[in-house]
């Protein structure tokens, strides 16, 4: 059966306008942006097949355009459709911070380090500068390591935001393990750093750790 015959309420796009893009899942999502299916399946079907194959969505849209382009239903164009989507939705998160929305919804900020993050496949520790109003003025990756490490040095976080001339920041580094809780490092890094700042008069207002599932705030567990 093709799509269009579906029941309304469940054909992907008609269940997007009724009820947003938050109530699909990855492979109606998916469907979308491959419009038909291959081998006699429909969109949804070739899209499930995708995911089960080359997934979970987070494993196939970490893959370069070039990469996605060669995988059975995608295709340069379809493969361009994704890149670029993806690339959209990094800078209105990054177009937010400029706005001065970082602390308006902290949820923006962690977002936004996941998005600049999670692909990493080794540990990349960065941090966002903010001036008095809370703006950003600049994101920085500052430290590259290991799948399991990077060394932070916080002299030098102190020395950038003071060239950036910010009154506070806000850090953050991935785990590309996927393993989501603060180590015992993780928690001694916050207070050094947040010690460091604080003598050239500069506020550490959070460090997220991106990991699988949702940002993990360190400052709302209260370790910052």
């Known amino acids: 059966m093709h799509i269009r015959e579906w029941p309304a309420a469940e054909r992907p796009r008609e269940k997007l306008l009724a009820h947003g893009a938050q109530a699909l899942s990855d492979a109606e ?3 979308i942006f491959l419009g038909s299916g291959l081998r006699g399946r429909d969109a949804v079907g070739t899209a499930r097949e ?29 493969a361009c ?3 670029a989507a993806l690339e959209l ?42 001036d008095t109003r809370h703006r950003a003025i600049a994101f920085e990756e500052m430290f590259r390591g290991t ?21 506070a920041l806000i850090v953050g580094h991935n785990h590309p393990s996927g393993h989501p809780e603060p180590s015992a490092a993780d928690r001694a890094l916050t207070a050094c750093l947040k010690q460091a ?3 050239v008069d500069v506020r550490l207002l959070d460090h997220f750790l991106i990991a699988d599932g949702p940002p993990v705030s360190l400052a709302a567990r209260g370790w910052v």
């Open 89 to 130: 939705g990094n800078r209105h998160l990054a177009g937010a911070l400029e706005r001065g929305d970082a602390l308006g919804d902290p949820a923006a900020a962690g977002r936004y380090f996941a998005q600049r993050l999670r692909h990493q496949r080794q540990e990349v520790f960065a941090a966002l500068f903010l």
């Open 29 to 31: 999502l998916l469907a």
């Open 81 to 83: 459709a994704l890149a």
């Open 197 to 199: 700042l604080a003598l």
């Open 147 to 167: 799948l399991d490490g990077a060394e932070v040095h916080p002299r030098e976080v102190v020395r950038r935001a003071l060239a950036h001339n910010a009154a």
């Open 50 to 78: 995708l995911l089960a194959v080359h997934g979970p969505l987070r494993a196939l849209l970490d893959r370069p355009a070039e990469a996605l382009a060669r995988l059975p239903g995608l295709g340069p164009a379809r």
